[in-house]
Nanobody, 127 residues
Framework: QVHLVGSGGGLVQAGGSLRLSCAASGRTSSIYAMGWFRQAPGKEREFVATLTWSTWNDHSTYYDESVQGRFTISADNDKKTVYLQMNSLKPEDTAIYYC?????????????????WGQGTQVTVSS
């Protein structure tokens, strides 16, 4: 089992920055992928960014095209904390952001692949 706790959301003006954190506990050594999804009111949960590990110190990153170049995902190599640095925020980035993790190979942009979810943190970007 893996337990996730997300934090770092808040209210920011358009063009501003926020950094989200996701702290993992439990069987963190089993994590294959760990990343972020978001859900705006009235919309489905959508992929934001994720990070996958092939070895303990080698990972790959994936981004949705809507955040490519603005958001950066990173992690501690011990897989205990993942960060999402969000720059040049836009009002359309407003949503609840959820961190998620999975312990098996799969299509990491698909939320159904993820077994573990954090409680969500609100990000609001004002125009």
């Amino acid at each position: 089992q893996v337990h996730l706790v997300g934090s770092g959301g808040g209210l920011v003006q358009a063009g501003g920055s926020l950094r989200l954190s996701c702290a993992a506990s439990g069987r963190t050594s089993s994590i294959y992928a760990m990343g972020w999804f978001r859900q705006a009111p009235g919309k489905e949960r959508e992929f934001v960014a994720t990070l996958t590990w092939s070895t303990w110190n080698d990972h790959s990153t994936y981004y949705d095209e809507s955040v490519q170049g603005r958001f950066t995902i990173s992690a501690d190599n011990d897989k205990k904390t993942v960060y999402l640095q969000m720059n040049s925020l836009k009002p359309e980035d407003t949503a609840i952001y959820y961190c998620a993790a999975c312990d098996h190979f799969g299509l990491v942009t698909n939320p159904t692949v993820y077994d573990y979810w954090g409680q969500g943190t609100q990000v609001t970007v004002s125009s």
